[in-house]
T-cell receptor, first 116, second 111 residues
């Protein structure tokens, strides 16, 4: 149980284009989803917390207009990197929680974004 | 604010040797503590968690960790390393509604 699917696993795009990453909870309803960014050989940095039906809460220093998050249903959250640039190249990972236990997170397999 | 410190960004052991990955935490309240493993180009998999019950926590793949309040530590151990244990390991502490991760320790296992 508690499987989180993330798609695509890898994406390469041209500078200036937008990229959408999907995060789905397959066998449970996720009231909260988290989006992380991981630079090579570094830890996970929380970008934003996404609650179903409400606006995402962004961490300090994360541009909300750059990283658009939509949590339209209890099983799907999307992260759109708008007007991507090479410095946005990174590994993006989502996670989801069940009920109110936000410290028990189930992680997706991640998306490797490469912006040329 | 809560935080975790992982001592040693790289640990190398021989197959069959003891694995010890260190994690120290800082928390003003009783913490929830976690160890996650990450294989290349993959997400994180929960190894084990401490949630104020037994101080010795057993996880998957033969790993265990002991919560020591006096030392503010939550070190991860495995009696005998296997080649498949080679990965990145992250210690994390739970804030009220988010996880705070350490910088990670890369474990290498040599035959």
């Amino acid at each position: 149980g508690a499987v989180v699917s993330q798609h695509p696993s890898r994406v390469i795009c041209k500078s200036g284009t937008s990229v959408k990453i999907e995060c789905r909870s397959l066998d449970f309803q996720a009231t909260t989803m988290f989006w992380y960014r991981q630079f090579p050989k570094q830890s996970l940095m929380l970008m934003a917390t996404s609650n179903e039906g409400s606006k995402a809460t962004y961490e300090q220093g994360v541009e909300k207009d750059k990283f658009l998050i939509n949590h339209a249903s209890l099983t799907l959250s999307t992260l759109t990197v708008t007007s991507a640039h090479p410095e946005d190249s990174s590994f993006y990972i989502c996670s989801a929680t069940i009920g109110g236990k936000k410290n028990i997170q189930y992680f997706g397999a991640g998306t490797r974004l490469s912006v040329l | 604010a809560q935080s975790v410190t992982q001592l040693g960004s790289h640990v190398s052991v021989s197959e069959g040797a003891l694995v010890l990955l260190r994690c120290n935490y800082s928390s003003s309240v009783p913490p929830y503590l976690f160890w996650y493993v990450q294989y290349p180009n993959q997400g994180l998999q929960l190894l084990l968690k401490y949630t104020s019950a037994a101080t010795l926590v057993k996880g998957i793949n033969g790993f265990e960790a002991e919560f020591k309040k006096s030392e503010t530590s939550f070190h991860l151990t495995k009696p005998s390393a296997h080649m498949s244990d080679a990965a990145e390991y992250f210690c994390a502490v739970s804030d009220t509604d988010k996880l705070i991760f350490g910088t990670g320790t890369r474990l290498q296992v040599f035959p």
